[in-house]
């Protein structure tokens, strides 16, 4: 793959895929791209789900599936419309809030979308190498080596995505067909099963009794157990991060792909169906043929229950099959989980100027994602239960921001009663993650981890490259193309940096007169001056529009909104001496003030000593002097 900047842009995404340069595929490929993370959880989902609610097992997985089909899928419908280029309800959340607090929550909620990819690399590797441990033709030298199995595996996958990545999809129907299949198979069976001793029903029945009571009872205990089922709705946010693979219309338009945002939410839709049936089958089966015991830590069915059934009722040689497809599965479910990270990381963070250079380009980042992945593999000793909670945490922190963004969009959009819906389910949500929170702390502390990580990574790394031209690029109004053409006529520019105040005739005259003494310029009718407002302070790199006015009938002003003042200076005296072939001069007046306070304003607020910043950005812009812009200062 080739390192290339992944920063989504509208019109390419129309047309090919900016990662690879390939072109969309249709949306029931994509849903099994996004499948090998949201099917693979059949592998381990079973019992954990035990693990969590006991013989409440199926009904608490029965709650989970009406949350799935009514709260996350309509909520996740909504994100695919309103981030139809794969942001997710992370873009719409950061257009809620303005300047520092909007990145500050977008980092956040970065850490946590980190978590949750990383530990779906970790975790679904961990499971295949359960899965391989547990295969009775496997050697018994295996045994006891899930640590070194698991960092083998997250180690292969990183390499899958060193060398590059164009068959991925091809390969994620394979496995998800393969996969799908195999279970399909195994549950029908152990139904059959369950069919034919049918006092099986009955004692399950009567054990919920003798245990909870009636019915409503336990209905009460399952929606109080059904969060530590969680990792059962992981494929919503995996789904949305890559909807920029899935083929719309030939006449999308860019902007608002009407095509790709109907076929992702059938993407949706389907794999949200097809995995609640799979979950309550499953669930159901594996409570009522396992017994309790082998659930357990050290059990043959903890971690792969369903691969006890497939052994149990279809032979080792059947087994064998379906363990080698969970392997498979399970390993590249965090490829799904890699190309989401890959998609979130340097979308958000270049544009914030949070980021070394390198997070656009693929292989660096993969190796540091990988890196990540070998230390939290080792952190939890390649635990499968140990890392449900932290991947559970990451699942539904996102799931919680993504119904607050739809709830807040639909109120935007005056739609009260899809608002009070989604408030609902907001709420839902919001009791979910805490309850999660609380018995399982886990996904909080590494979240906290990647959040502290990425926030400090991001400010050391917008310190380093405060000085860099952070423009994007700029453009001219009629008036201001005129200024610049007739005073590039006589080749002679020189510019005023004027800060803004009362904009009367006084204020200009004076700043004229101060430049002329100063300077002892030789006349005035080459001047221009340039007024450089900060808009969002926040932002690192930014658009520059340049507008021309003439003010109290004789003075020549450019108007210019940026994200830093020196950084906007610096850009646009060298786009004037590219667009004419003149040096222009720039004229500044020293600032009062504690230089170290000034460099703090520079870095947090886009203002500060003004001349020398200016400089230093041409000077490492331009490092040949007798091409560099003139900067003088009075």
């Not at 989970?64 to 794969?86: C, D, K, M, N």
């Not at 303005?98 to 499971?127: C, E, H, M, Q």
């Not at 799908?180 to 049918?198: K, M, P, Q």
């Not at 001056?529 to 808009?535: A, G, Q």
Request: hydrophobic fraction near 50%; include cysteine.
């Amino acid at each position: 793959m080739r390192d290339v900047s992944l920063d989504l842009d509208a019109a390419d995404a129309a047309t090919t895929h900016p990662e690879s340069g390939e072109r969309p595929h249709r949306w029931w490929k994509v849903m099994c791209l996004t499948g090998v993370d949201y099917f693979s959880t059949l592998g381990y989902q079973p019992g954990i789900a035990f693990l969590a609610a006991g013989l409440l097992s199926p009904l608490a997985t029965l709650i989970l599936v009406l949350l799935t089909l009514f709260g996350a899928l309509p909520i996740y419908r909504r994100v695919a419309a309103e981030s139809p280029h794969g942001q997710g309800s992370i873009a719409m959340l950061e257009r809620l809030l303005p300047r520092w607090r909007g990145k500050v929550f977008v980092l956040g909620l970065l850490g946590f979308a980190l978590t949750d990819f990383i530990i779906t690399i970790t975790l679904s590797a961990a499971d295949a190498s359960v899965h391989i441990v547990e295969n009775p033709h496997v050697p018994e030298v295996l045994h006891g080596q899930e640590l070194w199995i698991t960092l083998g595996l997250v180690a292969l996958l990183g390499g899958v995505f060193l060398k590059g990545f164009r068959e991925a999809i091809g390969l994620a129907v394979g496995l998800v067909v393969l996969f799908l299949s195999l279970n399909a198979i195994v549950i029908a069976v152990a139904a059959f099963h369950v069919l034919e001793d049918g006092h099986l029903v009955t004692d399950w029945s009567t054990a919920l009794t003798a245990e909870h009571g009636n019915i409503g009872l336990m209905i009460a205990v399952s929606l109080t157990l059904f969060p530590k089922l969680a990792l059962g709705m992981s494929g919503f946010e995996t789904g949305v991060a890559v909807m920029s693979h899935v083929e719309g219309d030939p006449d999308d338009d860019p902007e608002r792909p009407a095509g790709r945002i109907r076929n992702t939410k059938r993407l949706l839709t389907v794999a949200a169906c097809i995995m609640s049936v799979y979950l309550i089958c499953s669930s159901l089966v594996t409570t009522l043929l396992i017994p309790e015991a082998e659930f357990a830590d050290g059990g043959s069915a903890n971690g792969r229950a369903l691969a006890y059934l497939a052994h149990d009722y279809l032979g080792e040689y059947f087994g064998t099959v379906y363990d080698v497809s969970t392997i498979l599965i399970l390993w590249f479910a965090g490829a799904s989980a890699m190309a989401g990270m890959l998609n979130l990381i340097p979308r958000y963070l270049p544009r914030y100027g949070m980021s070394p250079e390198w997070a656009g380009a693929v292989r660096p980042l993969v190796v540091i994602l990988t890196l990540t992945a070998f230390l939290i593999t080792w952190i939890f000793d390649a635990d499968v239960d140990a890392q449900g909670g932290a991947y559970a945490t990451g699942v539904l922190v996102l799931m919680t921001s993504a119904a607050v963004a739809a709830t807040l969009a639909a109120r935007r959009a005056g739609q009260r009663k899809l608002t009070v819906a989604f408030g609902l389910i907001c709420l839902v949500f919001v009791y979910t993650t805490g309850d999660n929170i609380i018995e399982r702390p886990d996904g909080v502390k590494i979240g906290g981890c990647f959040i502290a990580a990425i926030i400090a990574i991001s400010l050391l790394s917008r310190m380093v490259r405060s000085l860099e031209l952070r423009t994007t690029e700029i453009a001219y109004d009629a008036r201001a193309e005129s200024f610049v053409r007739d005073v590039a006529r006589r080749r002679n520019i020189r510019l005023i940096a004027n800060e803004p105040d009362a904009r009367d005739a006084e204020e200009y005259r004076s700043k004229i007169r101060q430049v002329i003494d100063d300077h002892d310029l030789p006349d005035t009718g080459d001047i221009i001056f340039i007024e450089v407002t900060v808009k969002d302070y926040s932002d690192f790199e930014s658009r520059i529009d340049v507008h021309g006015e003439v003010l109290h009938g004789e003075y020549r002003v450019l108007t210019v909104e940026a994200a830093s003042i020196p950084n906007a200076l610096a850009s646009l005296v060298l786009d004037l001496r590219d667009r004419t072939g003149v040096r222009p001069h720039i004229y500044f007046e020293w600032t009062e003030g504690n230089p170290l306070l000034h460099v703090g304003r520079f870095l947090l607020f886009g203002v500060g000593d003004v001349a020398p910043l200016t400089r230093e950005v041409l000077r490492r812009a331009e490092r040949d002097r007798s091409r560099r812009p003139h900067v003088h200062v009075g």
